[in-house]
């Protein structure tokens, strides 16, 4: 079945800072691949997507790029702001599935 | 449109009372979606509306838990002889799909805190 992997947090970075975290997964044919974000109290909103193999997703200065070869799907941001602290989600959709299987999360605290 | 909403936002219920969530999904969408979501966990699918059909239904749905989506507008969401192991927050989430394309265009609701004491 479907799964997804993602680097582990919490992750703590000061302000400017690069940002990666690291997203793997597990599906069958060519699924599509997700970043939501969640902020506190708040639903989970999409970051990027990305649809296809070496597509790029891209949005607020993040970016991530779909890599068949290493069934990945990391995501960068270059100077990381104290307002993108939030939990980040890796997600995928494969198949002929219609629901969504997400990573675990992983909690992003950047300091000022 | 104000995007998908649940109601109640939190709810403390004892263990074994029954508890019914509600979603209402924007309106044009004609797909709508529960995912259950544990602490430090991400979102794992429950089930899943076409209009008013229950297309799918995960094996975490156990007998204890009914969907429906009457007319195919709002959902509810229905515990009965809640657990503590019950306790997460329920997201609904909704989409507008066209044919059978894959899904890209998910908004998720706030969700609802559910403790069981």
């Known amino acids: 079945g479907n799964s997804v992997t993602q680097m582990e947090g919490p992750v703590t970075l000061s302000e400017e800072a690069f940002l990666t975290i690291n997203c793997t997964y597990t599906a069958t044919g060519y699924p599509s691949l997700f970043w939501y974000v969640q902020y506190p109290g708040e639903g989970l909103q999409l970051l990027l997507k990305a649809t296809k193999a070496d597509d790029k997703g891209s949005n607020k200065g993040f970016e991530a790029t779909y890599r068949k070869e290493t069934t990945s799907f990391h995501l960068e941001k270059g100077s990381v702001q104290v307002s993108d602290s939030a939990v980040y989600f890796c997600a995928l959709q494969g198949g002929s599935a219609r629901q969504l299987t997400f990573g675990s999360g992983t909690q992003l605290t950047v300091l000022p | ?117």
């Open chain 2, 1 to 117: 449109d104000t995007g998908v909403s649940q109601d109640p936002r939190h709810k403390i219920t004892k263990r074994g009372q029954n508890v019914t969530f509600r979603c209402d999904p924007i309106s044009e969408h004609n797909r709508l979606y529960w995912y259950r979501q544990t602490l430090g966990q991400g979102p794992e699918f429950l089930t899943y509306f076409q209009n008013e059909a229950q297309l799918e239904k995960s094996r975490l749905l156990s007998d204890r838990f009914s969907a429906e989506r009457p007319k195919g507008s709002f959902s509810t969401l229905e515990i009965q002889r809640t657990e503590q192991g019950d306790s997460a927050m329920y997201l609904c989430a909704s989409s507008l799909n066209v044919g059978t394309g894959n899904n890209y265009g998910y908004t998720f609701g706030s969700g609802t805190r559910l403790t069981v004491v």
